[in-house]
């Protein structure tokens, strides 16, 4: 099926006149799609090499931001790298981010990006991407949903609690995997600035939750 739709969009590309544009690169398809295949099934490694060979072809060319083809490599190149953990990750995503400001994959790299901060627990870092992410219209609502809740949790651990609060009192009013989560830490951040009123509503609607009922009984009890 994914054969069928790639052979389907190189027929499109062709009939719409941007064949010639790419026509440097006809030689090396093969190898973009490979990797678009083995992208897809989680062989990054692999995807990763066929990436690099495709890229490296006609250097003069890789810099040319119009090509749809070479944007895109980069793109699965730079995610590659996170999804492997690679120590070069930040570089190609970060590369990619300056020099495709306008393509529709920067808000998912910036994405990417603040996930690699996030992991390693670099918070203030991964403000910045969560940020520049949150306020594209090219993220999907599931990530939207998730980098809303991470973003409130970097800030919570940079110790910015009005921003925090800001994003969590936003991830508490959706049903999605992360409203509990965030109002858990929406409680807490009451409870530090000393709005107990609002601590002690926040936790009273959590104090029948199975993840976090008995760190609600103990705030409740002191509020």
Not at 22 to 37: C, K, R, T
Not at 85 to 90: G, L, P, Q, S, V
Not at 103 to 110: E, I, M, S
Not at 187 to 198: D, P, R, V
């Given at each position: 099926?994914?054969?069928?739709?790639?052979?389907?969009?190189?027929?499109?590309?062709?009939?719409?006149?941007?064949?010639?544009?790419?026509?440097?690169?006809?030689?090396?398809?093969?190898?973009?799609?490979?990797?678009?295949?083995?992208?897809?099934?989680?062989?990054?490694?692999?995807?990763?090499?066929?990436?690099?060979?495709?890229?490296?072809?006609?250097?003069?060319?890789?810099?040319?931001?119009?090509n749809d083809l070479h944007a895109n490599a980069r793109y699965l190149q730079a995610v590659s790298a996170y999804k492997l953990e690679r120590e070069d990750a930040i570089e190609l995503?970060?590369?990619?981010?300056?020099?495709?400001?306008?393509?529709?994959?920067?808000?998912?790299?910036?994405?990417?990006?603040?996930?690699?901060?996030?992991?390693?627990?670099?918070?203030?870092?991964?403000?910045?991407?969560?940020?520049?992410?949150?306020?594209?219209?090219?993220?999907?609502?599931?990530?939207?949903?998730?980098?809303?809740?991470?973003?409130?949790?970097?800030?919570?651990?940079?110790?910015?609690?009005?921003?925090?609060?800001?994003?969590?009192?936003?991830?508490?009013?959706?049903?999605?995997?992360?409203?509990v989560n965030a109002q858990y830490y929406r409680a807490i951040l009451h409870y530090k600035i000393k709005s107990y009123e609002e601590a002690y509503t926040a936790f009273q609607a959590?104090?029948?939750?199975?993840?976090?009922?008995?760190?609600?009984?103990?705030?409740?009890?002191?509020?």
């Amino acid at each position: 099926m994914k054969k069928v739709l790639i052979f389907i969009f190189l027929l499109a590309i062709a009939q719409s006149g941007l064949w010639a544009q790419l026509s440097p690169y006809q030689a090396y398809l093969p190898l973009y799609q490979e990797a678009i295949e083995l992208f897809e099934i989680g062989k990054y490694g692999a995807a990763a090499k066929r990436l690099d060979a495709f890229l490296a072809f006609e250097e003069d060319l890789r810099a040319k931001e119009e090509n749809d083809l070479h944007a895109n490599a980069r793109y699965l190149q730079a995610v590659s790298a996170y999804k492997l953990e690679r120590e070069d990750a930040i570089e190609l995503l970060d590369k990619f981010i300056r020099e495709f400001p306008e393509n529709t994959k920067t808000a998912l790299a910036q994405y990417y990006l603040g996930k690699y901060y996030f992991s390693q627990r670099q918070y203030p870092q991964a403000v910045a991407p969560f940020q520049a992410a949150v306020q594209s219209s090219a993220l999907n609502t599931d990530i939207f949903d998730e980098v809303v809740y991470l973003l409130g949790y970097a800030y919570f651990e940079a110790k910015n609690y009005p921003h925090a609060l800001r994003y969590f009192d936003m991830a508490a009013k959706k049903e999605t995997p992360y409203r509990v989560n965030a109002q858990y830490y929406r409680a807490i951040l009451h409870y530090k600035i000393k709005s107990y009123e609002e601590a002690y509503t926040a936790f009273q609607a959590l104090k029948d939750s199975k993840k976090y009922s008995r760190e609600t009984r103990v705030y409740l009890a002191n509020t």
